[in-house]
């Protein structure tokens, strides 16, 4: 018991940081959105490769990506689309591939609903191993085009006109978003991980003011967010990613109430 206790830490704690990262990206890009729509392109991957007798990870993984890194194939200058009515409109799409896909899915509907909520009885050694490389990843892709995903944050018309190559670096950050939100599905859940990208960056934004700062703080708000609410799951044997939004949501709370205070309003 201690073991798969710990195990759900590790995994918890990484998925945190993880989502939390992204999500100063995100929510500064002005796009948090993207999570909940690739969370369900994920869903539908995972349906339609049980339903053709594939790989579910595979199949959540591939069309995460590919959903992901749709959005940066259609910049909204040339398609007089803006980017979160881009991102309805695939989200739309991914709800109903979705519900299809469980209207034909035959056998027990049981791990396919545990998409939606999170399940911290999915954790295993390999998800551990899968959700820490996908981790790794993120931490060097963002150390290799720092500077790129800083100007991209502030501007993505000024990345371009000051020759930062902002179409390549965008689309690989979507793909990495697509890759991390469908392999931390299963453990926060579909309807779920929006909150864990936006809450803890959203606390973060309201405290800080120096980049470095903001992501260090979103990090670390995003595994505080993961582990507690693993925690109170665990021991209360209650929905886990419910406990994880209520924890992310406080600690939103809390960092907004701070700052009122440290302004005297």
Request: charged share 10%; aromatic share 8%; hydrophobic share 55%.
């Amino acid at each position: 018991m201690d073991s798969f206790f710990y195990t759900i830490i590790l995994a918890g704690a990484v998925a945190g940081a993880s989502t939390g990262f992204l999500g100063v990206y995100l929510v500064g890009m002005r796009i948090p959105f993207i999570g909940i729509c690739i969370s369900h392109a994920a869903m539908a991957g995972t349906i339609l490769a049980v339903l053709f007798g594939l790989n579910p990870v595979l199949g959540a993984m591939a069309l995460s990506v590919l959903t992901a890194t749709s959005m940066a194939a259609i910049p909204p200058e040339k398609s007089r689309l803006d980017t979160n009515a881009g991102l309805a409109i695939l989200f739309s799409l991914m709800l109903g591939l979705t519900f299809l896909g469980m209207g034909l899915v035959k056998d027990s509907r049981n791990e396919i609903l545990g998409l939606l909520w999170g399940n911290i009885l999915f954790v295993g050694g390999e998800s551990v191993v899968v959700i820490v490389a996908t981790a790794i990843v993120l931490a060097v892709f963002a150390m290799l085009f720092n500077k790129e995903l800083k100007v991209i944050l502030f501007s993505r018309q000024i990345a371009a006109a000051t020759g930062v190559h902002s179409g390549l670096v965008y689309g690989l950050f979507l793909a990495l978003c697509g890759l991390i939100i469908s392999i931390n599905i299963k453990l926060i859940g579909g309807m779920m991980i929006f909150s864990l990208i936006t809450n803890p960056a959203a606390a973060a934004y309201q405290l800080c003011r120096g980049h470095r700062s903001l992501v260090l703080t979103a990090t670390i708000f995003g595994m505080l967010s993961a582990v507690v609410g693993f925690g109170i799951s665990f021991y209360l044997d209650l929905p886990t990613g419910a406990c994880i939004v209520l924890v992310s949501t406080a600690i939103f709370g809390l960092s907004l109430l701070a700052r009122r205070l440290r302004q005297g309003d």
